[in-house]
């Protein structure tokens, strides 16, 4: 079965850290970009980051640039989100996408809560 799955996703106080994880099941990871979305109540979903699926290159959201690190593990079909100095703002379900040629899958989504 292809799918995504989320972990990682919590309650921490602003200026804290979490990592996200993203399980590639049932096809072949290195093939493709590898995304994290976010999408916050009343709001669009929106991109966060992503990564290529050869040469590594990142890209980020203006929002996030400096704080926020996607990484890749072809060898555990992991996709990671290292986020830190998080902020209230940065509040939303997290989703992972998989994307290449005509294939797209997203994971379920993990929620993210930044309070006090």
């Known amino acids: 079965q292809v799918q995504l799955i989320e972990f990682g996703g919590g309650l921490v106080q602003p200026g804290g850290s979490l990592t996200l994880s993203c399980a590639a099941l049932g096809f072949t990871f290195s093939d493709y970009i590898q995304s994290w979305y976010r999408q916050a109540p009343g709001k669009e979903r929106e991109l966060v980051a992503s990564?290529?699926?050869?040469?590594?290159?990142?890209n980020y959201a203006d929002s996030v640039k400096g704080r926020f690190t996607i990484s890749r593990d072809n060898s555990k079909n992991t996709v990671y989100l290292q986020m830190n100095s998080l902020k209230p703002e940065d509040t939303a379900v997290y989703y992972c996408q998989a994307v290449g040629g005509a294939f797209s899958r997203w994971g379920p989504g993990t929620q993210v809560t930044v309070s006090v």
């Open positions: 990564i290529s699926k050869a040469d590594g290159t990142t």
